[in-house]
């Protein structure tokens, strides 16, 4: 696996070693020590699977008393991935990180506790898969507004389809965010 490093802080995508021939391929998706090593050194509690159309878009979802760090990958399709900076104290608070991931490229991308997630589908379908560091608490999530011109955020649809609460989302200089 490598392990690359973004322009915010904390964020990692993680490119496979694929083993592939005429059988098809094998690739480790999570190594503990591998990751520890790479300073993602974190107990997963919880896994999510996702099915969306293509034009879907999902998120910016947080946790606000139990923020979850999630690892992310894409099994079935495309989507464009990103995470919203919400940590106060860091210097790229605002910023967003955004990547492909899809069954192709067979990335993964580790988002740490602090960061609202979303993803849009660009492929007919796609299928998410990822693991959190927290279990959800309905309650406890907040959601960034997905277009908020504050954000600057270069979705690849113009006009995603998104779920009423995703609508209501909150921009930025009203989010509750992380000290």
């Not at 609202?116 to 990822?130: K, L, N, Q």
Request: net charge neutral.
């Amino acid at each position: 696996m490598q392990f690359v490093s973004t322009e915010l802080q904390g964020i990692v995508v993680i490119e496979p070693k694929v083993f592939e021939d005429e059988r098809g391929f094998f690739l480790e998706t999570f190594h503990r020590p591998r990751f520890a090593a790479a300073g993602i050194d974190v107990e997963f509690v919880q896994d999510n699977h996702s099915r969306s159309r293509q034009g879907v878009l999902r998120g910016l979802h947080y946790q606000l008393t139990r923020p979850q760090g999630k690892l992310v990958r894409v099994v079935r399709g495309s989507v464009l991935d990103v995470a919203v900076d919400l940590r106060r104290s860091s210097p790229t608070f605002g910023r967003w990180f955004g990547c492909e991931l899809s069954e192709s490229n067979r990335r993964q991308v580790y988002i740490p506790p602090g960061f609202a997630h979303a993803f849009c589908v660009t492929s007919d379908v796609a299928d998410v898969i990822y693991k959190c560091t927290e279990v959800y608490v309905p309650q406890d999530e907040r959601t960034l507004l997905w277009s908020d011109p504050a954000l600057g955020i270069k979705w690849p649809v113009a006009n995603p389809i998104v779920s009423a609460k995703d609508e209501r989302g909150v921009p930025l200089s009203q989010a509750e965010c992380f000290a």
